[in-house]
């Protein structure tokens, strides 16, 4: 079964610092993408970046960079020189084809507060 | 490049009423999903089309809610007779294929 699993409790950090956020994941599909999405207080969410689970090269975009550790099922967002607009919840998000339909499907998330 | 557009923004209905929600997709988007998220919670997804045909409502309460897709287009989502616990934020996405989903601003609903 599909399942994303992000436990950390709300995490502060200071401005300027780097931040790490877990994601876990089981799925069955040896096809599958990784995906994190930003949701503000004002609610939209917003895509930050993608992983393939046949991308040898971790992701990058910007300041957003995802650690994927495959044998671990592991996918962490890593937000480096944090600023405080990254204020937010942080959404890990999976696409397999376990139900046959490329469903997408997310975690719990991770609260992020940046403190000046 | 148009986003995802969705209608009303905010909702309040007493409970037993229905009510719809609108989503118009990126053009050219070939899949859309209707996403349930309840405060504190990640999206939980409703139903997934893709063009016109359904392709995932397992997580759909099909005794109270309905969704259509029409010309592979616009979607409408439907809550009869809505409940306390149906209470949430109703997201619309778009994407094509495998890529990445990119949402509307949601309809807030709250149930009275």
């Known amino acids: 079964a599909q399942k994303i699993t992000q436990t950390q409790p709300g995490m502060f950090v200071q401005e300027k610092e780097a931040v790490t956020l877990d994601c876990t994941y089981d799925?069955?599909?040896?096809?599958?993408?990784l995906f994190w999405y930003k949701q503000p207080s004002s609610g939209e969410m917003i895509f930050l970046i993608y992983?393939?689970?046949?991308?040898?090269q971790n992701a990058t975009e910007g300041r957003y960079s995802l650690n994927f550790q495959k044998a671990r099922k592991s996918a962490n967002l890593v937000i480096s020189a944090s600023q405080l607009g990254d204020s937010a919840m942080y959404f890990c998000?999976?696409?397999?084809?376990?139900?046959?339909?490329?469903?997408?499907?997310f975690g719990k998330g991770n609260q992020v507060v940046v403190i000046p | 490049e148009a986003g995802v557009a969705q209608s009303p923004r905010y909702k309040i209905i007493e409970k037993r009423q229905s009510v719809a929600f609108w989503c118009n997709p990126i053009?050219?988007?070939?899949?859309l999903y209707w996403y349930q998220q309840i405060l504190g919670q990640g999206p939980k997804l409703l139903i997934q089309?893709?063009?016109?045909?359904?392709?995932?409502d397992s997580q759909l309460p099909k005794d109270r809610f309905s969704a259509e897709r029409l010309k592979g287009v616009d979607s409408t989502l439907k809550i009869q007779p809505a409940k306390l616990e149906d209470s949430a934020v109703y997201l619309c996405?778009?994407?094509?294929?495998?890529?990445?989903?990119?949402f509307g601003q949601g309809t807030r609903l709250t149930v009275v």
């Open positions: 089309f893709q063009n016109n045909g359904v392709v995932d």
């Open positions: 998000a999976m696409r397999d084809a376990t139900y046959g339909n490329n469903r997408l499907a």
């Open positions: 992983q393939g689970s046949y991308d040898q």
């Open positions: 799925t069955s599909d040896p096809s599958y993408g």
């Open positions: 996405a778009s994407s094509l294929a495998r890529h990445e989903a990119f």
């Open positions: 053009s050219g988007h070939a899949t």
